[in-house]
């Protein structure tokens, strides 16, 4: 009755107060505009697909992720497409990250870690793209999360084998060994404060300060993390404490 073309929202991206962009089940990626008429807007100019990510580059691109074609990229003149053609090998992109004006890393859950290199000036060069997998070292291929922290570090999170970080063309890993709850990481993200926040299988939170070894549960028995439709949601339902507070507002992602 609102507009809104399907009833099953994978991604959502945050462009500015009054512009929203929406990634809706088997209708591609559509815009919404809240102070509008009609207030959702169909982008004829990217996938029509399943988009399960989307995210803004420090350039201002919009990056489009897809359930098994790639992903699209918006520049604002144009729409550049990286599948297998562009040297992708992941198809299924689940999360994208980037330090400030450096590579961007896309998640997929069919080829591990994909960095691309974007070379432009008033046009777009190339975009060069490294598959980091298996052979990379990574303990699997199958990549639900990419998060950068402060210190130049790359985390990402597996389906089944833990949490690793890539740091100066180096591979570490850790797992319930290590003090992880869960071996299935569902949501990453850095606080503020450069703060590592995980999510796992167990619903429990975790952070780490010094690069992995040393875990911490904050908000054991009121932090929750539900999965609905692959997408991770953290969920607060008791007061935080007040020192935590900032945090806690970089953290909650839908």
Do not use: C
């Not at 073309?5 to 991206?13: D, I, R, T």
């Not at 053609?85 to 990250?97: E, R, T």
């Not at 071996?183 to 780490?208: E, H, K, P």
Request: aromatic share 10%; hydrophobic share 40%.
């Amino acid at each position: 009755e609102s507009g809104l073309p399907g009833k099953q929202v994978y991604s959502m991206l945050e462009v500015t107060e009054d512009h929203w962009v929406l990634g809706v089940a088997d209708r591609g990626v559509w815009h919404y505009f809240p102070e509008q008429i009609p207030r959702f807007v169909q982008d004829t100019t990217l996938t029509t697909g399943k988009v399960k990510s989307l995210f803004r580059d420090s350039r201002g691109w919009v990056w489009a992720g897809t359930e098994g074609r790639g992903t699209y990229i918006h520049t604002g003149d144009s729409v550049l497409h990286l599948d297998r053609n562009a040297g992708m090998l992941g198809l299924f992109v689940k999360d994208f990250a980037q330090h400030e004006n450096g590579p961007v890393y896309l998640a997929t859950s069919d080829g591990g870690i994909q960095k691309v290199d974007v070379v432009a000036d008033s046009v777009v060069r190339s975009l060069d793209v490294t598959v980091i997998n298996r052979t990379f070292g990574l303990p699997e291929d199958r990549i639900t999360q990419v998060e950068t922290d402060p210190l130049g570090r790359v985390w990402f999170g597996t389906r089944s084998s833990g949490l690793g970080v890539l740091f100066e063309g180096n591979v570490l890993h850790f797992d319930t060994e290590d003090g992880l709850p869960s071996n299935g990481i569902r949501a990453l993200a850095t606080d503020v404060f450069g703060y590592l926040w995980v999510g796992t299988d167990d619903g429990a939170l975790w952070s780490t300060s010094d690069g992995g070894g040393s875990w911490t549960n904050h908000f054991e028995g009121r932090v929750i993390l539900e999965e609905s439709i692959d997408v991770a949601i953290f969920a607060m339902f008791e007061e935080l404490p007040l020192t935590t507070l900032l945090s806690a507002i970089t953290i909650v992602i839908v």
